[in-house]
Nanobody
Framework: QLQFVESGGGLVQPGGSLRLSCAAS????????IGWFRQAPGKEHEGVSC????????YYADSVKGRFTISRDNAKNTVYLQMNSLKPEDTAVYYC????????????????????WGQGTQVTVSS
């Protein structure tokens, strides 16, 4: 069974950093683009970043560009999201998911193109 497990969330002060991990089990990540999404209470699901499988190209939502970095380690079957300069508005449950499509803003904007969603990890940015 294809499954992701997200980890690394927690409580951090504004300006702080966290690194989220997205570990896959039951399949290899090699052939999938992986996206990170987040959902804050009362808000829509938001695509944060994605990384392609073929060439490792990345895409970032404007809200996180310059602060977040996505990376993948196919040998460890894991994708990471390094989050720096965190803001209170980054508070949300963060999820990862996989798609066969090439990573782009268009693909990231439609979460229905992604599958094998994990259970999410809570990120809270507060002083």
């Amino acid at each position: 069974q294809l499954q992701f497990v997200e980890s690394g969330g927690g409580l951090v002060q504004p300006g702080g950093s966290l690194r989220l991990s997205c570990a896959a089990s039951g399949f290899t990540l090699d052939y999938y683009a992986i996206g990170w999404f987040r959902q804050a209470p009362g808000k829509e699901h938001e695509g944060v970043s994605c990384i392609s499988s073929s060439d490792g190209s990345t895409y970032y939502a404007d809200s996180v560009k310059g602060r977040f970095t996505i990376s993948r380690d196919n040998a460890k079957n894991t994708v990471y999201l390094q989050m720096n300069s965190l803001k209170p508005e980054d508070t949300a449950v963060y999820y990862c998911a996989a798609t066969y499509y090439y990573c782009s803003g268009y693909v990231l904007g439609d979460s229905s193109d992604f599958g094998s969603w994990g259970q999410g990890t809570q990120v809270t940015v507060s002083s």
